[in-house]
C-alpha cells in the first residue's frame, strides 16, 4: 500500500539541528525569509515538529500512477557473488520519470499551484530531477524552467528533450539569461558547472517574479521527507528485517526517503541495522568536507545552512553520477552524521559501473550511475559476508535507471572512463572561501 503519511524525523532525533541563517544577517531565519522562494505549506512542513504530515489526496491520485514501487531480491546476484548474504532492493526506476525524483516534485507542484503560482524554477544535475518537476507541472497546469548542469547537459541530451517533452524550458546552466551564470562564464567560457551555479540561476529568477516560485530536488528538510514513501513501503514489504542499509548521496534525499523510516524503528530499539551512506570520491562531501555553515548555491543567493561541505565554490569533476555532483549535503543528514548515525564512505566511477553492469547483467536492470554507487558498497558486503560466512540480510535503493546513461555505459565498455583522484588542495582551496 501507498503509505497515507510522511514521516518527519526531527521530533524523534536526540538533539535538533542547527537553523539555516540569514545570508545577510546572519540570524536564524524566519517563514518570511523563504515567503519568496517556496509556498507556505511546504515552509511549514520545512520547519515542522509534526511526526507524521498527511499526504493530500490529490498527490496519492498521482503516486498512484507508479507506486508502491516494487521490493525485489536480487537472488540471481547473489549467485554471482557466491555470498551467503541475502540482498534486497526498493526499485524506483518505474516512475515516469525513471527515479525517485517525482515523489518529492508532486506535492511540491500541487502546493505551488494551490497557493497560485504559475511558473517554477528549478536545477537538475543529471536531469532526473528536471524529469520530474517537468512531469509534476504537466499534472498541475504550471510553466516550468530547469537549469540542467552542462555537463549533464551534453552528456546525457535525451534527458533535457524528455523535460521539453513534458513542457518544460531548459537551458545549459551555466547561461547567459542570468546575472549568476553570466558572471562565471566570463570567468570561466568552458565551464561544466555545478549544481551550485545552477541553484544560483534557478534561484536569481525566481526570486525576481511574484509569479514564480523555486523547487528543491533535494538537501532540504521537506524534501528528505516526502521521500520517505521510499522506507515506508520497504518497511510493510520487507518479510525479514535489514541488518546493513545502503544508499548512495548526494544531496540526500534518496538515502533520507530509504532510511529514516528504518531508523525510527532503530531508536525506539525494535531493529539495529548498520546503515551506510556512499559518495563518489570525486565529491566527497560527507567524508572529506567541513561541517560550517555555507551557501547551499554559488553565488550566495541561499540561506547559510550548517552541513558538509567542500565549499560553495568548489566545482566537481565531470564524473557520470551528475547527481551527486553537489559541494554540499542536506543539513538533517549531515547534523544526524555528526551524531553518529550512520555510516559514510566512498567509491570510485569505474568501480560504480563495473558493479552497475554487473547488476544488469545478472538481475536485468540498468542502474543509473548514482544508485551504482550503493550497488558498488553493497556488492562489497555481501563478498564480506561470502569471507565471514554470515548470512546478513542488505537492503538498499535502486533510485533510478540507466536508460538515458547509455553513452556512460559506452565509455566504461570501451575503456575510456576515468576515475577523478580529487586533490586535496582543490577542497582547501574551495573551502577557504567559507563564510565567516
Not at 350 to 375: N, Q, Y
Request: glycine letters at 10%.
Amino acid at each position: 500500500m501507498i503509505p497515507s503519511n510522511w514521516y518527519n524525523i526531527v521530533p524523534d532525533l536526540p538533539a535538533p539541528p542547527p537553523p539555516p541563517l540569514h545570508p545577510a544577517t546572519r540570524q536564524p531565519i524566519g517563514p518570511d525569509d523563504l515567503a519568496p522562494l517556496f509556498p507556505m505549506e511546504l515552509i511549514r512542513q520545512e520547519v515542522g515538529q509534526e511526526r507524521f504530515v498527511p499526504i493530500p489526496q490529490e498527490v496519492l491520485d498521482v503516486y498512484r500512477l507508479w507506486r508502491p514501487t516494487p521490493l525485489m531480491r536480487a537472488r540471481n546476484l547473489e549467485k554471482s557473488l557466491g555470498t551467503p548474504a541475502r540482498i534486497y532492493y526498493k526499485y524506483e526506476g518505474v516512475s515516469p520519470a525513471g527515479s525517485h525524483k517525482p515523489n518529492t516534485a508532486v506535492p511540491q507542484a500541487y502546493y505551488n499551484a494551490q497557493e497560485g503560482v504559475r511558473r517554477l524554477t528549478t536545477e537538475t544535475g543529471a536531469g532526473q530531477w528536471g524529469s520530474s518537476l517537468a512531469f509534476a507541472c504537466a499534472q498541475f497546469g504550471l510553466d516550468c524552467e530547469i537549469w540542467m548542469v552542462r555537463a549533464s547537459y551534453d552528456q546525457k541530451p535525451y534527458r533535457s528533450a524528455l523535460m521539453r517533452v513534458y513542457g518544460a524550458s531548459v537551458h545549459a546552466s551555466p547561461s547567459p539569461v542570468t546575472q549568476a551564470g553570466s558572471k562565471v562564464l566570463a570567468e570561466y567560457p568552458g565551464s561544466p558547472g555545478s549544481l551550485g551555479i545552477a541553484i544560483s540561476e534557478a534561484v536569481e529568477v525566481a526570486a525576481s517574479a511574484d509569479d514564480t516560485r523555486y523547487a528543491l530536488g533535494s538537501v532540504l528538510n521537506h524534501v528528505l521527507m516526502h521521500q520517505t514513501v521510499i522506507g515506508e513501503e520497504a518497511l510493510g514489504q520487507l518479510e525479514e528485517m535489514p541488518d546493513v542499509i545502503v544508499g548512495c548521496t548526494g544531496g540526500g534525499s534518496n538515502f533520507g526517503g530509504l532510511v529514516f523510516p528504518f531508523l525510527r524503528e532503530k531508536l525506539a530499539g525494535k531493529i539495529d541495522p548498520v546503515i551506510r551512506a556512499v559518495e563518489p570520491e570525486a565529491c566527497p562531501s560527507f567524508t572529506r568536507g567541513r561541517y560550517a555553515y555555507d551557501f547551499g548555491d554559488t553565488a550566495g543567493l541561499t540561506p547559510l545552512m550548517k552541513m558538509h561541505t567542500l565549499g560553495h565554490d568548489f566545482v566537481p569533476d565531470p564524473i557520470h553520477a551528475g547527481g551527486l555532483r553537489y559541494h554540499g549535503m542536506s543539513p538533517l543528514l549531515s547534523h544526524m552524521y555528526e551524531l553518529g548515525m550512520f555510516e559514510a564512505v566512498t567509491r570510485s566511477q569505474r568501480e560504480c559501473f563495473e558493479a552497475g553492469v554487473r547488476f544488469a547483467r545478472t538481475e536485468g536492470i540498468l542502474p543509473a550511475p548514482e544508485p551504482t554507487h550503493a550497488l558498488a558498497e553493497t556488492i562489497a558486503e555481501a563478498l564480506r559476508c561470502k569471507e565471514s560466512g554470515e548470512e546478513k540480510v542488505i537492503l538498499t535503493a535502486l533510485c533510478g535507471h540507466g536508460h538515458f546513461d547509455l553513452a556512460a555505459y559506452e565509455r566504461y565498455l570501451s575503456g575510456e572512463m576515468e576515475d577523478f583522484a580529487l586533490p586535496q588542495e582543490r577542497i582547501d582551496e574551495a573551502l577557504s572561501g567559507l563564510p565567516a
